[in-house]
């Protein structure tokens, strides 16, 4: 099961920027991201304590600037954090992406999200209102550019007014007790941080633990069960996804959170035995 996931750069320090990128410019469309993408297709493996612990299969593709919310959202990447923590978890990631075949540096112009998939590692989408350029290089804007935006009217809107409307419609962003507001993915009709939804975060198939959009920092990152590579039957309870059967070729792993190759299975099995020999099958080392 493979994935074509629309990538945001959301951390610098996962993020290498060339040095022209740094130099103020007067184009639109000079300045540029540069990033590794690859479509990984390996076992992720984590050191512990010396033991080569084997998570779970990655079968996505990746770019390293997308690393940050691949970590918090994948299920395989989130069980190996349990054991050896968001750092070296990042770096094993890192080191796949680099070293699987077919990986490639990649450069987006500004206003663009990368766009990982089977056809184009390096794709991109246009955003703030941008289109793409007849030479599918670049992204234009058609009218005039706002406070970063491209806009079709003949002058810019006041900034300060703007700020208030999304002051307000993030305040009236408020739910019940057990509810907690999260943003509504493909929305179209509003800003993507101003429209929301109240989601039982404990028990939502789609926002399992937290948001899967969430509005604001302060509100977690949740998991989309329905998207666990391999997973026939799943459920969100007490705010973890438990997967219930795994599609053919598939087994579901120890602790029922996601689905494993039954080829690789075995292999695990062997894994586990020494983690539990030394204690730590349920001791995140941090």
Not at 32 to 37: K, M, P, R, S, T
Not at 59 to 86: K, M, Q, R
Not at 240 to 263: E, M, N, T, W
Request: with cysteine; aromatic share 6%; hydrophobic share 40%.
């Amino acid at each position: 099961m493979r994935f074509a996931l629309p990538l945001v750069a959301l951390f610098g320090t996962l993020a290498h920027v060339s040095g022209r990128a740094l130099t103020e410019r007067t184009s639109l469309t000079e300045r540029a991201l540069v990033d590794i993408c690859a479509e990984v297709d390996a076992a992720l493996s984590v050191d512990v304590l010396g033991i080569a612990v084997a998570v779970g299969l990655l079968d996505v593709c990746l770019c390293i600037s997308a690393l940050p919310v691949f970590i918090e959202t994948n299920a395989v990447a989130i069980a190996a954090v349990n054991l050896v923590g968001v750092a070296s978890v990042t770096a094993e990631i890192t080191a796949l992406i680099n070293s699987a075949s077919g990986h490639k540096s990649c450069s987006y112009p500004d206003h663009a999200d990368p766009i990982c998939s089977t056809a184009d590692v390096c794709g991109f989408q246009c955003k703030d209102g941008f289109e793409l350029s007849p030479d599918k290089k670049t992204c234009i804007c058609s009218g005039i550019v706002c406070n970063g935006k491209c806009s079709i009217g003949k002058a810019c809107p006041s900034s300060v007014a703007k700020r208030d409307i999304e002051t307000i419609q993030k305040r009236s962003a408020s739910c019940s007790d057990g509810f907690t507001a999260c943003g509504v993915y493909g929305w179209t009709g509003l800003r993507s941080n101003t429209a929301w939804e109240c989601v039982d975060t404990t028990n939502d198939l789609e926002s399992c633990g937290g948001c899967t959009i969430p509005l604001g920092p302060s509100i977690p990152h949740g998991i989309d069960c329905t998207a666990i590579p391999g997973v026939s039957d799943v459920s969100c309870k007490q705010g973890s996804c438990r997967v219930l059967s795994c599609l053919p070729g598939y087994a579901i792993s120890f602790d029922g959170s996601y689905c494993i190759r039954k080829q690789l299975q075995d292999h695990f099995a062997e894994d586990f035995k020494g983690a539990v020999a030394w204690g730590l099958e349920h001791v995140p080392l941090k």
